[in-house]
Nanobody
Framework: QVQLVESGGGLVRPGGSLRLSCVAS????????MRWYRQAPGKERELVAN????????NYADSVKGRFTISRDNAKNTVYLQMNSLKPEDTAVYYC?????????WGQGTQVTVSS
């Protein structure tokens, strides 16, 4: 079955950086677009970034443009989210999502906390 496992979250000070990873198994990873979402306490889950199956196109939420970078390594079945210049409002659980045509799969999430 399809499994997505995120890692790389943690506690970081404002202005710091983290890199999240999401490893997929049980699926032909290179066929599918990948996304990162986040959900802060008391808020709805929001789309942060998207990357196409071959990585030629990326899209970002306005709130993270210029600070976050999504990338992928299809040889390693892995998608990344490089997060720079982190702000307290970036605090959330971050989820990767494998997007199929009519459905998708979620990872279990990784907590990112930005605090001094």
């Amino acid at each position: 079955q399809v499994q997505l496992v995120e890692s790389g979250g943690g506690l970081v000070r404002p202005g710091g950086s983290l890199r999240l990873s999401c490893v997929a198994s049980g699926v032909t990873f290179s066929r599918y677009a990948m996304r990162w979402y986040r959900q802060a306490p008391g808020k709805e889950r929001e789309l942060v970034a998207n990357i196409t199956s071959i990585g030629d196109t990326t899209n970002y939420a306005d709130s993270v443009k210029g600070r976050f970078t999504i990338s992928r390594d299809n040889a390693k079945n892995t998608v990344y989210l490089q997060m720079n210049s982190l702000k307290p409002e970036d605090t959330a659980v971050y989820y990767c999502y494998l997007k199929m045509r009519f459905s998708g799969y979620w990872g279990q999430g990784t907590q990112v906390t930005v605090s001094s």
